[in-house]
């Protein structure tokens, strides 16, 4: 099985006939896609679930690409589960093969294209040498000014709160917090993405119903789109329906 490659596509993804279907005013700042469905997909085409994987992989370079076009500035993509460790070893072993790959292969086309990479998650846990080829591509791309991408790996949102509850403990002892004094936006402060807005957009491929476990704080208020469509099947027009569908809804926030 071949890595990801480094190839990129120079032409604009969209045309003007596509833009002219949106409101550039109103694209959602912070769009987060579940990746699901590689294995189905791999069984659908008679191919290792590996394939699967891979094409997964591949897909998010083009995504990536159209999201920054259409005008979002954040990216966040759920890769890899806390609960995704009680998959088979070999399967496991696998997806981190190729992560590390995709991050090598990846880093000069995502410096180019001006995607700043960045993680949640529980990262310390991941094999040393993913751990590096992240470290070095988040580096390289920390100048990026286009668009954020945001990998989930090793991510819970159930863990996410826990850990935040430690820090925040941590933080009631250092004299720095005070308990009852916890507000909304206290929590938010501690959670692994402070630094971004909370998400407007939650895209479902594979037709599931469900959050899984996936920024269980943070899309309180966020509009969902649930397409049948398996992740290595996801395609910009998917991306292009999504958005559209976004803008045709009135956001209420609860009220």
């Known amino acids: 099985m071949n890595s990801p490659s480094t190839e990129t596509l120079e032409k604009p993804i969209y045309t003007e006939e596509e833009f002219a279907l ?3 005013k109103h694209v959602p700042g912070h769009v987060v896609i579940i990746m699901d469905g590689n294995r189905r997909w791999a069984k659908a085409q008679g191919l290792p679930a590996e394939m699967g994987h891979w094409q ?5 370079d083009i995504i990536v690409r159209a999201a920054a076009e259409l005008g979002i500035k954040t990216l966040t993509v759920y890769s890899f589960s806390t609960e995704n460790w009680n998959r088979p070893r070999h399967e496991v072993d696998m997806i981190m093969q190729l992560l590390e790959a995709y991050l090598k292969n990846k880093k000069e086309v995502l410096v180019k294209e001006g995607v700043r990479l960045n993680t949640i998650g529980d990262t310390e846990r991941l094999p040393d040498p993913v751990k590096k080829a992240l470290s070095e591509t988040i580096q390289a791309t920390k100048n990026g000014d286009q668009i954020d991408l945001i990998l989930a790996l090793n991510y819970g949102g159930r863990d996410e709160i826990r850990r935040a509850f430690l820090k ?10 005070v308990w009852d004094k916890i507000t909304e936006e206290t929590i938010s402060l501690y959670l692994d993405t402070a630094r971004w807005k909370d998400p407007d957009l939650f895209i479902r491929p594979s037709g599931e119903h469900r959050v899984s476990n996936f920024l269980i704080w943070q899309i309180s208020y966020s509009e969902m789109y649930v397409t049948d469509v ?12 999504a958005v559209i569908d976004y803008q045709k809804r009135h956001r209420r926030y609860g009220g």
């Open 168 to 177: 925040m403990s941590q933080a009631e002892k250092e004299g720095k917090l």
């Open 230 to 241: 398996l992740w290595p099947d996801f395609s910009p027009k998917n991306l292009l329906e």
């Open 22 to 24: 949106i409101d550039p």
């Open 56 to 60: 997964g992989a591949e897909q998010l």
